[in-house]
């Protein structure tokens, strides 16, 4: 089992920039995928962003290319999500999610995933 905490979260206005982290425990992510998904109030999850266990592919969804960066520290069990140039339309919350895999998968399927955090909640003023 792997357990997923995020963090970094919080209310930012537009055009600013946050730093998200996802702490894994329970195993070492180093042959997992991570990604990041987030969720609108009525709306369904999405998908923002992915990287491979070595950090060789990174895999994002078109509405956050050039704003949103993911990287990863295996050694320090550590996922992050850096997002800049915030809109309001980016108000959400953001999930950590991991699959064991050091082969290709979906990135974008949140189906795909074996394990999820419980969120941290972005707002972002106008």
């Known amino acids: 089992q792997v357990q997923l905490v995020e963090s970094g979260g919080g209310l930012v206005q537009a055009g600013g920039s946050l730093r998200l982290s996802c702490a894994a425990s329970?195993?070492?992510?180093?042959?997992?995928?991570m990604a990041w998904f987030r969720q609108a109030p009525g709306k369904e999850r999405e998908f923002l962003i992915a990287i491979s266990w070595n950090a060789g592919k990174t895999y994002y969804a078109d509405s956050v290319k050039d704003r949103f960066t993911i990287s990863r520290d295996n050694a320090k069990n550590m996922v992050y999500l850096q997002v800049n140039s915030l809109k309001p339309e980016d108000t959400a919350v953001y999930y950590c999610?991991?699959?064991?895999?050091?082969?290709?998968?979906?990135?974008?399927?949140?189906?795909?995933?074996?394990?999820w955090g419980q969120g941290t909640q972005v707002t972002v003023s106008s």
């Open positions: 329970g195993r070492y992510i180093s042959d997992y995928a």
């Open positions: 999610a991991a699959k064991m895999s050091r082969s290709p998968w979906l990135a974008g399927n949140r189906n795909s995933y074996d394990y």
